[in-house]
């Protein structure tokens, strides 16, 4: 046992004595949770449009300042004619044109219909998408305006309630999506690093012929990084909580538990990769390219995973954030407890007994 | 000019003698492309809802009629209790619950407004933000259309109306996949590129073979240069590789010149190597060279307009971005691509790229030592 603590302390000389690591370590969540806080926002906002109005009259004037007076838009410039749509979307700051038809108001006077023209700069599929839904959701809150008096009194005013986050902001999705994602980062892949080092360096031999048992350099290797890991988990709910107030409903106990089960596993993935990379330039581009990427496109992290084709929703039930990160979410946000969440746990459990009874077996005493 | 030679030699040999790391360098990153490209989508295909309906009457029917021809919506669930309906948002079974309370019909015949009420699960909030879009939409139309038929509106006082009619300049169908392939390609060239070469750097310090080189005559930018240029050439090739399975799998658009995107990105791949090199040389183990590179590369990915539009950040992560290669890139592979921009529509990026080049060469070469 006391050699056992030996050995742990060593791993944790290692680590911290590796500065600029450790910075790197802490600084990658915070800075995440300060992006996605306060850059990553999906919300709609200083959207810069160019106008076309053939008409300029009463009407289009009105229209025109009750867009520009929304948040969501900003006038960049009105244009001469048609020609010069093309060239604005080829310099790519102007978003969206409006074109109004000419004789705009006279034709709503006199026919009770007129036209408008939306064009969106569609190469950003996603911002063409919200902006001329925000935009049409303008003009027929002006024509609904307009036609008020007719059917006054009989027109429905939906009341729209937004669940669990009701002022849709964007660090809500994260929060349980940078924790899965570091942890992975902290557990698995430092793990599978360090591990490739002692082999790559040759030191794994003094470490094998060493009277410590397998299981013990293991578990030796693996302890520091709990702790790590733990602490960075707790820092990064506390930074959530403290600076954009993102709740945890749940109880606090749970998700911590939760937390653990997720580091273990991904320390089991670490050894996983371990034991098959031979160099730490393995160990970290297999890590990178079967965990990093996949964490953070596939795991609901940032793309909902109900859009995906079905082959990808398969593979993306095979990778533990996709669990964590629902388990996180319904914790923190909605507030259930194991009732609703035992499912993800045992899949959760489930991975960590494969992986590590998987690396028993391939962890080999002899390098060769 | 011959020892560089030489030196570009010796490493495209280590490279090649690689077996394992030939196949991550070339088929990982296509498999990444194919499969992520597939993921990375925010169309929102079906939106999922529940139906507490307690009026039953025939103007709440018409209401719900119209949720369920809509292609937005999947109808999954008619209930009368609210309780049920609130469990479905909770298990994440519904997205939207519309709730139509008794009374609703009378309402309309006192020509009181009637209420009518939306639970939306806001946890994404731009799903959300979009759900609240289209449904309001929905009752809007109910509203000019049911409304004044069932009220029976004097036929003279029609309604004005406005016909919005969209078009989507360069992508009709609005195909996400289009946007996130160039953004895509660049990052993973963009890893090729800064790993390899820092990596392959600090290797030669920590198994000392460094000083092998350091003994002999090579000058210090040679030594750089020669660092430098194999994977450079990797990275080209590499971005080739990835635009020729754009085409074929995913039919990528290219309105621009290919050379143009090929001379940017030339340019661009000298900026991050340069930078990567740079960390390199402050650094002493292969596993720090990575973690700092890495955390480089997630706030210059997360800052470079890949998911969300640069214009949306506040003005100081703007500012930020000035010296943010991969948003330069992304937004230059975009535009070539995309939208056919010319040369006269990039020069601003690209006198800022070469530019940055320019110093961060220098800074590596100055910064790289000889004696320790």
Redesign the interface.
């Known amino acids: 046992m006391k050699r056992f603590f030996g050995f742990v302390k060593k791993e944790f000389l290692h680590i911290f004595r590796?500065t600029?690591?450790m910075l790197?370590?802490f600084?990658?969540p915070i800075?995440?949770i300060i992006?996605?806080g306060?850059?990553?926002?999906?919300?709609?906002?200083?959207?810069?449009i160019a106008v076309l109005d053939k008409s300029n009259d009463e009407a289009t004037r009105e229209i025109i300042h009750k867009i520009t007076a929304s948040d969501f838009f900003i006038l960049d410039r009105t244009l001469a004619g048609e020609h010069a749509i093309e060239d604005v979307?080829?310099?790519?700051?102007v978003?969206e044109v409006i074109v109004f038809e000419p004789g705009f108001a006279e034709n709503?006077q006199r026919y009770?219909?007129?036209?408008?023209?939306?064009?969106?700069?569609?190469?950003?599929?996603?911002?063409?998408?919200?902006v001329?839904?925000?935009t049409?959701?303008i003009?027929?809150d002006?024509?609904?305006q307009?036609?008020s008096k007719?059917?006054s009194?009989?027109?429905?005013?939906?009341?729209?309630?937004?669940?669990?986050?009701?002022e849709?902001?964007?660090v809500?999705?994260f929060v349980p999506g940078i924790m899965a994602m570091i942890l992975i980062?902290i557990s698995a892949m430092?793990t599978s690093?360090?591990i490739a080092?002692e082999k790559e360096?040759g030191t794994m031999e003094v470490l094998l012929v060493s009277p410590l048992k397998p299981v013990q350099i293991i578990l030796g290797k693996v302890t520091p990084y709990i702790a790590l890991s733990f602490t960075i988990t707790v820092i990064i709910l506390l930074l959530g909580y403290l600076v954009f107030r993102v709740p945890i409903t749940g109880s606090l106990l749970f998700l911590l538990v939760v937390n653990i089960f997720y580091i273990i596993l991904a320390l089991s993935i670490g050894i996983f990769i371990s034991t098959l990379a031979?160099t730490?330039?393995?160990a970290?581009?297999m890590s990178?390219?079967s965990l990093m990427?996949?964490t953070l496109?596939?795991s609901g992290f940032?793309?909902?995973i109900?859009?995906?084709?079905v082959?990808?929703q398969w593979?993306?039930a095979l990778l533990p954030p996709r669990w964590f990160i629902?388990i996180i979410?319904?914790v923190m946000?909605?507030g259930?407890g194991l009732l609703?969440n035992w499912k993800e746990i045992l899949i959760l459990i489930g991975m960590i007994l494969f992986f590590l009874v998987f690396s028993i077996h391939k962890f080999k005493i002899r390098l060769e | 000019m011959k020892t560089i030679a030489y030196l570009v030699q010796k490493e495209f040999i280590q490279i090649f003698r690689n077996r394992t790391l030939l196949p991550i360098i070339f088929i990982a990153p296509l498999v990444q492309l194919i499969v992520l490209l597939y993921a990375a989508t925010l169309d929102m295909k079906g939106i999922d809802m529940f139906i507490v309906d307690q009026d039953l009457s025939i103007s709440s029917r018409r209401l719900t009629q119209k949720f369920i021809s809509s292609p937005f919506y999947r109808v999954k669930d008619f209930s009368f209790s609210i309780d049920q309906a609130e469990h479905g948002l909770k298990s994440g079974a519904a997205d939207v619950v519309l709730v139509i309370p008794a009374g609703f019909e009378r309402d309309f015949l006192r020509e009181k407004p009637p209420e009518v009420q939306f639970l939306i699960d806001a946890i994404n909030g731009t799903a959300a933000g979009l759900i609240s879009a289209y449904t309001t939409a929905i009752i809007n139309d109910y509203n000019l259309e049911v409304i004044p038929e069932l009220m029976r509106v004097p036929t003279n006082q029609t309604l004005s109306r406005l016909d919005i009619s969209y078009s989507l300049w360069y992508n009709p169908q609005l195909n996400y996949k289009i946007f996130m392939l160039p953004a895509l390609m660049v990052i993973l060239v963009t890893i090729i590129g800064m790993f390899l070469s820092a990596l392959n750097m600090v290797r030669e310090k920590e198994l000392g073979t460094i000083e092998q080189i350091n003994v002999t005559p090579i000058r210090k930018y040679h030594f750089i240069i020669g660092k430098l240029v194999p994977f450079w050439i990797l990275a080209l090739v590499e971005l080739g590789v990835l635009l020729v399975v754009g085409k074929i799998f995913f039919d990528l658009p290219t309105l621009g010149s290919i050379g143009l995107l090929y001379l940017f990105a030339s340019v661009y791949l000298l900026v991050v190597m340069g930078a990567s090199l740079f960390i390199s040389t402050i650094s002493q183990s292969q596993q720090q060279v990575m973690f700092l590179i890495f955390f480089f590369m997630i706030i210059f990915v997360m800052m470079s307009g890949i998911f969300t539009p640069v214009e949306t950040m506040p003005y100081w992560a703007q500012k930020i971005n000035i010296i943010n290669p991969l948003a330069y890139f992304i937004r230059v592979v975009r535009m070539i691509l995309l939208k056919g921009s010319n040369f006269s529509d990039i020069l601003p990026e690209f006198r800022a790229l070469v530019i940055y080049a320019v110093v961060i060469l220098t800074l590596s070469v100055w910064r790289y030592r000889k004696t320790t």
Not at chain 1, 89 to 93: D, I, T
Not at chain 1, 112 to 130: I, P, W
Not at chain 1, 306 to 309: D, F, G, R, T
């Open positions: 590796d600029r690591t790197v370590l600084g990658i800075i995440q992006l996605f306060y850059v990553i926002t999906n919300e709609l906002k200083d959207i810069r979307f080829r310099e790519g700051n978003k709503l009770g219909v007129t036209r408008v023209n939306l064009l969106a700069d569609a190469s950003d599929a996603n911002t063409a998408n919200l001329v839904n925000y049409s959701a003009l027929r002006y024509m609904s307009k036609n007719l059917i009194g009989m027109m429905i005013v939906p009341e729209v309630r937004m669940f669990y986050n009701p849709l902001k964007g809500y999705m980062l430092m690093i360090s080092r360096l031979k730490q330039q393995m970290m581009f990178m390219l990427l996949p496109l596939l940032i793309f909902p109900e859009n995906m084709p082959v990808l593979l993306s629902v979410k319904n946000l909605k259930t609703y």
